[in-house]
């Protein structure tokens, strides 16, 4: 059964796996796209902003592989494959397989998927039938890697984990040639194409790199990587020969392969080992993806060759531990993680997501060495606490971690670690004494660690608990101590508990704080002169304090699995909440006192109501949440769960709407699961609208449809956009200006030797391959007798071609190509008056067409710029302006009209008494 007041929204810091990614270049949009599995969804980035742009439907299960083509993107789930398009809907379903798939390679109007017991299933993607079946013995040929090599046709080459390449053709189902190396037989982790035609990359699982020419079965160079298996090889293609490739390690080693050796190294690229890695072609940035949580975008324009971080995102790479929101707009969350790390995540945008850095003994240090290479790592934080009044004055976040002496200070606003690690010196003059007494009663403060934090509404003091049963206040700002609460120097050993200090929390007005400790004791103290008021023996162990400021009530979660609330004017127990039928893990109050809300290792989140001391809300999660929290203003629950790296979020349905909230029994518990949120969810009726516009959409499977073709207009008075870039029409009128601008300073150089990959001729000697080299001029040459080019004759030929033959044309050109053929069209560029006639009676028919209306605006206004004399002096050329001119004034009269009401209302709602 669902909650009755939580549903799922959305999750945050979910952005890799150990899937490698794959890319894809748009070619409408111009864009290159990267997609990446995370658990049962894939999410798409575009490349430019490394933002995401969409999110899959979920799979039942988690991925295990995933590849695009042009049109369409594969993921492998369990021994099923499927086809998604718009990056979103399944399209296509593939079945067939009888063990999981872990490989997948589009290939034409097939796609090849590969599973653990090395069968190798070929399907039509289409008609979803299976074209061919090919089965390999895993003793012998288990293939751990497939490459479809650049211009082979109906060729696929397989890598294996016994260290074997076999050459197969897919059609005739039959094997070419297998490949074996006798030094080294080590398996094959990864194949790639290299820029060189008849070349592959061959990483091994031993370190060495090889670049092999399967035409002619030729190793050309070999390397050797320090560091374990090559797990990922790329090749830039926009100038430079470098090879980068990846270890285990995190590390990503950058080879020159003019020179043949190695350029240096990015150490700790990643903090564990990189999934995946792509060149985007033609530009140096580097793709790579890891299972650290992490994706990752990388600049080659140093002059070092290597690499430097351009964009990034990430999460934390360990599970978090405690969450909380930080501020009273409930925007952003404070997360601390088994990593060390203290992260801050947006509820708004994840552009908004901002690290404060791990943990270290030594900030300084860790900031010069980097904080992979720090070794004085601090051990995770538990908990901590934050204030907002301070944030921009100095520290404003106090955290301790785990059996750590020390509690280490954060600055917000700086997103860092900060200036103090506070801890008295009387436990620091006897850190390294070890003591003789081994009673429970006294504890050596050779062993003293925090075991608790708090910190004053106002931003100035610090409370901090130790498992000695010390308990010490220090202000903030300065880090200087201000003394300790005790009852007794005599009785208590000057302790404020006899254990250790599992809680503390402090009143809004700074007058009374409350601490709980292991001696089943919860005691009152007075702020200002550190005075105990009140001690209360709880029934056992506490765990959990917290504290809800408005109405000054304390709960307190014991080891019996029950919930205690005390008033904190009176000091008497108001309510008692014994369901839980687990460890309580963490709690959290609404802002006005009326819910509180409890997670245990049950796996079940409840929602208490004060005034009734009632169970309203339960549901049961796959993991148990270690820690939750309801934002400021009640309406978004943010919980972690066990094993996880997400913060899910879960919206308040009493926000939105009505909903009925019937008492449950104290001991219930939930049957049905409840699906923890994905990183983006639409209900259900955007879902259904969603799944009938998908049906309504043709896929396009030739791409040249989409550019070429022309989308009909809604309505007779509208227009209809290209939706072409902005580079392609915007700057005809400039274009004088622009080359002028590029010109070059300096004469094309030489280069210094011939790039590597040119193919060659086996031999004693190496000589160069050319005889089937074809030198083609990208130059449209025109006839001597003929000098109007095709669009030329298109124009004069306007009874079998139609202007939107004619603009399909002129799409192809590029902004230059187009200034030429406007140029050519007088008569002193080899065109005539006839020519410029039908110029414009084609932009007259687009006009009245209503499309590509930018297109051909740009086109006219470029036309009547270069030809102005010569339009002006003749009278054919000016009739045919006059009926243009027309057009624009009937299609402005319309919309003119609109906006000048628009204008008038907006000017009286502005000016009027109302």
């Given at each position: ?565 005390y008033d904190l004017d009176t000091r008497k127990l108001v309510r008692h909440y014994p369901g839980c039928q687990g460890t309580i893990t963490d709690m959290t109050w609404s802002t006005d006192g ?49 094993d996880d790296l997400g913060i899910y979020l879960w919206s308040n349905r009493s926000i939105f709407t009505r909903i009925s909230l019937k008492p449950l029994p104290i001991d219930f518990h939930p ?95 190496p000589t160069f391959d050319i005889s089937e080299e074809k030198i083609e001029s990208k130059i449209n040459k025109r006839s001597i007798l003929n000098p109007l080019s095709d669009i030329g004759l ?121």
């Amino acid at each position: 059964m669902e909650g009755k007041i939580f549903e799922a929204y959305r999750a945050l810091g979910l952005y890799s796996t150990h899937i490698p990614h794959c890319t894809r270049y748009h070619q409408r949009q111009k864009e290159h796209y990267v997609f990446v599995a995370v658990g049962k969804v894939f999410h798409s980035y575009n490349c430019s902003k490394l933002g995401i742009t969409q999110v899959s439907n979920a799979h039942p299960e988690d991925i295990s592989c995933i590849a695009a083509d042009r049109f369409l993107v594969y993921t492998g789930c369990g021994k099923t494959v499927r086809a998604f398009q718009h990056n979103r809907q399944v399209k296509y379903i593939y079945e067939g397989h009888n063990d999981d798939v872990h490989l997948l390679l589009p290939y034409s109007e097939h796609i090849i998927s590969v599973d653990k017991s090395s069968t190798v299933k070929i399907w039509h993607i289409q008609s979803q039938e299976l074209f061919t079946e090919m089965e390999f013995n895993n003793n012998s040929f288990e293939i751990s890697t497939i490459l479809h090599p650049s211009t082979y046709m109906n060729k696929v080459l397989f890598g294996s984990i016994q260290g074997k390449m076999q050459l197969w053709n897919i059609r005739k189902n039959e094997m070419l040639f297998e490949f074996s190396n006798s030094e080294d037989s080590s398996s094959i982790v990864s194949l790639v194409q290299a820029p060189a035609v008849d070349v592959v990359a061959i990483g091994r699982s031993s370190g060495n790199i090889m670049l092999h020419n399967i035409r002619v079965n030729q190793e050309i160079m070999k390397f050797r990587q320090s560091g374990g298996p090559v797990i990922g090889v790329a090749f830039r293609t926009d100038g430079p020969s470098t090879m980068v490739t990846a270890s285990p390690q995190g590390n990503i080693a950058v080879w020159d392969l003019d020179e043949k050796r190695l350029l240096g190294m990015m150490e700790h690229s990643h903090s564990t080992a990189i999934a995946g890695m792509t060149f985007i072609h033609g530009q140096p940035l580097l793709l790579t993806n890891a299972s650290d949580n992490s994706i990752k975008m990388w600049a080659f324009d140093q002059s070092d060759g290597k690499g430097r971080l351009l964009r990034h995102r990430d999460g934390h790479s360990a599970p978090p531990t405690k969450i909380k929101f930080y501020g009273d707009s409930g925007e952003n969350i404070l997360t601390v993680g088994l990593d060390s790390t203290m992260r801050s995540f947006s509820t708004v945008h994840e552009e908004k997501n901002k690290s404060l850095g791990q943990a270290s003994r030594n900030r300084s240090a860790a900031k010069r060495v980097g904080i992979r290479h720090d070794e004085g790592k601090l051990s995770p934080i538990v908990d901590f606490c934050s204030k907002t009044a301070k944030e921009r004055e100095w520290d404003n976040i106090i955290a301790f971690h785990h059996r750590y002496s020390h509690a280490t200070t954060w600055n917000y606003q700086n997103c860092r670690m900060g200036s103090f690690k506070l801890l008295h010196e009387r436990f620091q003059k006897n850190q390294h004494k070890k003591s003789n007494d081994k009673s429970d009663n006294s504890i050596s403060n050779a062993h003293c660690f925090v075991t608790a934090v708090t910190m004053t509404e106002c931003g100035n003091f610090c409370l901090i608990g130790y498992n000695t049963g010390d308990l010490d206040i220090y202000n903030i700002q300065s880090g200087i101590y201000r003394g300790s609460f005790a009852e007794g120097d005599k009785e208590n050993n000057g302790t404020a508990h006899d254990k250790s200090i599992t809680g503390l929390v402090v009143d809004f007005l700074n007058q009374i704080v409350v601490s709980a400790g292991l001696d089943q004791n919860l005691k009152f103290w007075k702020f200002k002169s550190r005075q105990l008021l009140d001690v209360i023996n709880l029934p056992s162990l506490p765990a959990i304090l917290n504290l809800q400021g408005g109405n000054s009530m304390i709960a307190v979660a014991l080891d019996d699995f029950s919930i205690h609330v005390y008033d904190l004017d009176t000091r008497k127990l108001v309510r008692h909440y014994p369901g839980c039928q687990g460890t309580i893990t963490d709690m959290t109050w609404s802002t006005d006192g009326r819910w509180l809300l409890s997670s245990a290792m049950d796996c079940t989140i409840k929602t208490w109501e004060l005034p009734s001391a009632h169970l309203i809300d339960c549901f049961l999660v796959h993991a148990a949440a270690v820690s939750l929290a309801l934002s400021p203003t009640s309406d978004l629950l943010a919980t972690c769960h066990v094993d996880d790296l997400g913060i899910y979020l879960w919206s308040n349905r009493s926000i939105f709407t009505r909903i009925s909230l019937k008492p449950l029994p104290i001991d219930f518990h939930p049957s049905n699961i409840v699906e923890l949120p994905k990183t983006d969810v639409m209900d259900q009726d955007q879902e259904k609208d969603a799944e009938q516009r998908s049906d309504e959409i043709e896929i396009v499977e030739d791409e040249s449809q989409l550019e070429n073709g022309s989308f009909e207009p809604l309505d007779d008075s509208l227009v209809t956009l290209s939706l072409f870039p902005q580079s392609r029409w915007a700057n005809l009128l400039s274009l004088d200006v622009i080359k002028q601008r590029n010109k070059p300073k300096e004469p094309p150089t030489l280069p210094k030797s011939a790039p590597f990959f040119l193919p060659t001729i086996a031999g004693l000697e190496p000589t160069f391959d050319i005889s089937e080299e074809k030198i083609e001029s990208k130059i449209n040459k025109r006839s001597i007798l003929n000098p109007l080019s095709d669009i030329g004759l298109a124009l004069l030929d306007q009874k079998s071609e139609t202007p939107f033959t004619i603009m399909n044309k002129l799409k192809e050109l590029g902004p230059s190509a187009i200034d030429i053929e406007i140029r050519g069209l007088s008569p002193d560029g080899g065109g005539s008056v006839e020519l410029m006639s039908a110029f414009l009676s084609f932009i007259s028919s687009m006009l009245r067409s209503r499309r590509d209306f930018e297109l051909v605006e740009s086109y006219l206004g470029l036309f009547m710029k270069v030809h102005s004399e010569m339009i002006s002096s003749d009278s054919t050329l000016l009739t045919y302006l006059r009926e243009i001119e027309m057009e624009h004034k009937a299609a402005w009269d319309c919309l003119g009209k609109d906006i000048d009401q628009c204008v008038c209302l907006a000017n009286y709602v502005k000016s009027s008494l109302i």
